[in-house]
């Protein structure tokens, strides 16, 4: 079974911290993304990336960044965090473009 | 691009029972693939069903089963014979057959089961 691995499930940081939330998948999988999921509005992707060192934009980049060294990890960077980045975190990744993507647990994080 | 619409924000159905979770979609994509997820409480979000749009066949996973209707960009999804661990928020998803395509869900639905 595919297995995805977020650092953490719960995170409390203050405004203008630098926060690092850390992904890992162990299947080889080119494909990662980070998503973060708020009631009513579903789930929106922040950043994706198709192979190491490479990266886009989703739909939701602002005040985020991302790092992909290995093909395995997939890290999100929130530079200046902020209240409004209180939210749940999502990480997925898949293979093949025929395959479903496998998410892990999630990250809450809170931005006091 | 791609849309996905879940009108709906919640539902409700009886222990036992059959419900349909609705889904609309747009995509400009000529092939593309139609996911349902399932987040329980315990937050993980799990694969229920996968539809490849160019299979006329609808998709069934035991008591899951959708209708994929594809000239009204439709996805519903039925759930027969409900039970108490059916009870999370089902989220529909729509990705292109591209390699480099994303996916993308819509606003989900809260389904319970009363006992």
């Known amino acids: 079974d595919v297995k995805v691995t977020q650092s953490s499930r719960y995170l409390v940081k203050r405004t203008g911290e630098k926060v690092f939330l850390e992904c890992v998948q162990d299947?080889?999988?080119?494909?990662m993304f980070w998503y973060r999921q708020d009631p009513g509005l579903g789930l929106r992707l922040i950043y994706f990336?198709?192979?190491?060192?490479?990266?886009e934009k989703g739909d939701i980049p602002e005040g985020y960044s991302v790092s992909r060294e290995k093909k395995e990890r997939f890290s999100l960077i929130l530079e200046s965090a902020s209240t409004n980045q209180t939210s749940m975190y999502l990480c997925?990744?898949?293979?093949?473009?025929?395959?479903?993507?496998?998410f892990g647990d999630g990250t809450r994080l809170s931005i006091l | 691009a791609q849309t996905v619409t879940q009108s709906q924000p919640e539902m409700s159905v009886q222990e036992a029972e059959t419900v349909t979770l609705s889904c609309t979609y747009d995509?400009?994509?000529?092939?593309?693939?139609l996911f349902w997820y399932k987040q329980p409480p315990s937050r993980q979000m799990i694969l229920v069903i996968r539809?490849?749009?160019?299979?006329?066949q609808n998709a069934t996973e035991n008591r899951f089963s959708v209708n994929f209707q594809k000239a009204a960009k439709s996805f519903s999804l039925k759930i027969s014979d409900s039970q108490l661990g059916d009870a999370a928020m089902y989220f529909c998803?729509?990705?292109?057959?591209?390699?480099?395509?994303?996916?993308?869900f819509g606003k989900g639905i809260t389904l319970s089961v009363r006992p």
């Open positions: 539809q490849e749009a160019y299979k006329q």
């Open positions: 997925a990744s898949f293979g093949q473009f025929n395959q479903p993507q496998h």
């Open positions: 990336s198709y192979d190491v060192k490479m990266k």
């Open positions: 299947m080889d999988h080119e494909n």
């Open positions: 995509t400009s994509e000529s092939d593309y693939y």
């Open positions: 998803a729509s990705r292109g057959a591209g390699a480099n395509s994303k996916l993308t």
